[in-house]
């Protein structure tokens, strides 16, 4: 009986170290997200029949780890959102599709962001001043500003267009 018992502590002890070693495929992945030209954009006055209105964010990867952006997603059904890599689209994606996969950065590399809102996906009485949000879940270090802490989640960096939407 103490054979067995022996057996099974030292089992578990060895599969527990076993357990927090790093999975040889995977990255360390770090990153730090620097916002080129801003977070929010502000189209003015909309058109409510006047089609889809986007805004492209510049974004650089200042750190020397690889970023990862784990998930991409929208705040709201009206508005997606489509990342680029150099010649790489990833997306569209939004609220009920987010991202399929991990996204890299490398390190020093700069990536674009573009949010796209339809102001007549809610009908055509949807009027008034509208914001709406993407957000990127990533592994980069928060720093209060461009990226936030959440808890039970990667970090996320929020990016939003608003605008005052009219029927001209």
Do not use: W
Request: overall charge negative.
């Amino acid at each position: 009986m103490k054979k067995i018992l022996l057996l099974l502590v030292l089992t578990t002890i060895f599969i527990a170290g076993c357990s927090t070693q790093k999975n040889p495929t995977e990255k360390d992945f770090g990153g730090a997200i620097k916002a080129i030209d801003g977070l929010i954009y502000d189209f003015g006055n909309i058109d409510i029949n006047g089609g889809i209105v986007s805004k492209t964010f510049k974004f650089e990867n200042t750190d020397s780890k690889s970023l990862a952006i784990y998930e991409a997603t929208t705040s709201c059904g009206c508005t997606t959102g489509e990342i680029r890599l150099g010649s790489k689209n990833y997306g569209p994606f939004g609220m009920h599709n987010q991202t399929k996969q991990t996204i890299e950065i490398p390190p020093q590399s700069t990536f674009e962001v573009t949010i796209s809102y339809d102001p007549l996906f809610h009908g055509p009485s949807d009027l008034g001043p509208r914001q709406r949000t993407l957000f990127l879940f990533s592994s980069a270090a928060a720093d209060g500003e461009v990226v936030r802490n959440y808890e039970g989640k990667p970090n996320f960096t929020e990016i939003s267009v608003k605008g005052n939407v009219i029927d001209s």
